[in-house]
């Protein structure tokens, strides 16, 4: 949908050098552009029965809020560890220097029903893998995931393919990383990304849970990343 795609805002090097930040703000404040998005995140699902929809923290509740007053259902926050207030079922996910963990209230999924996923972004599908798992855990089953935004070179949507999951995105933006690294597979299933930093030197950032892949037509840069956006 390039009419769409016109509407997000890449910002290059942020939040990190090296990284192009897909920002959707600018996106939800265009009146048509917000009202077309949503009803092309519902449309894979409106013949589907959906019992509740869970919005992952934290732009996934203002898309999540909307798209489940047009299906007439419930919404469900999911959360970072610690910002619910009832007890609480937690999922961790790998990122990639260390481990994260989201939440839902324990009884906020009723044994059954049908749950739609939504998130503005995915990227290598670390966080939308663990809100499935949390479904999943709370006897709920999974319509599917809907997003905005798919960044195909990090593999998240592939990601979800794998875990039977129906997954739809509006927009895919390809070369993530300034400068295209070279990346190389890994025995746990993850990729390495090299880069050249100033002075020469060569680092190595380990994203896990990637594909194997191979990189093209790369161009070194000269500032040191090590990091993702998101999962």
Not at 85 to 109: F, M, N, R, S
Not at 149 to 169: C, E, F, Q, T, Y
Not at 174 to 184: K, N, Q
Not at 205 to 231: D, E, K, M, Y
Request: proline share 5%; net charge positive.
């Amino acid at each position: 949908m390039k009419d769409l795609e016109l509407l997000i805002r890449t910002i290059p090097d942020y939040p990190k050098p090296g990284i192009m930040f897909r920002d959707i703000t600018t996106l939800l404040a265009d009146p048509k552009g917000l009202k077309k998005a949503i009803k092309s995140m519902v449309m894979p699902f409106e013949d589907e029965k959906v019992d509740a929809v869970a919005g992952i923290e934290a732009r996934g509740f203002i898309l999540g809020g909307a798209i489940a007053d047009r299906l007439e259902c419930g919404f469900i926050p999911i959360r970072k560890k610690g910002k619910l207030p009832w007890k609480t079922i937690g999922q961790e996910y790998t990122l990639e220097y260390g481990v994260d963990v989201i939440e839902i209230h324990e009884d906020a999924i009723v044994n059954g029903w049908r749950v739609l996923i939504v998130d503005d972004l995915i990227a290598t599908g670390g966080t939308a893998e663990a809100a499935v798992k949390l479904v999943w855990r709370s006897g709920g089953t999974i319509v599917g995931a809907t997003f905005i935004v798919d960044l195909p070179d990090l593999g998240g949507m592939k990601r979800l393919d794998a875990l039977n999951i129906h997954s739809h995105a509006l927009v895919a933006f390809g070369g993530h990383w300034l400068g295209g690294w070279p990346a190389s597979g890994t025995d746990g299933g993850g990729i390495r990304l090299h880069c050249r930093v100033a002075g020469g030197s060569r680092r190595t950032a380990q994203l896990p849970g990637l594909r194997r892949t191979r990189a093209r037509n790369h161009r070194p840069i000269n500032s040191a990343i090590c990091g993702v956006v998101r999962a």
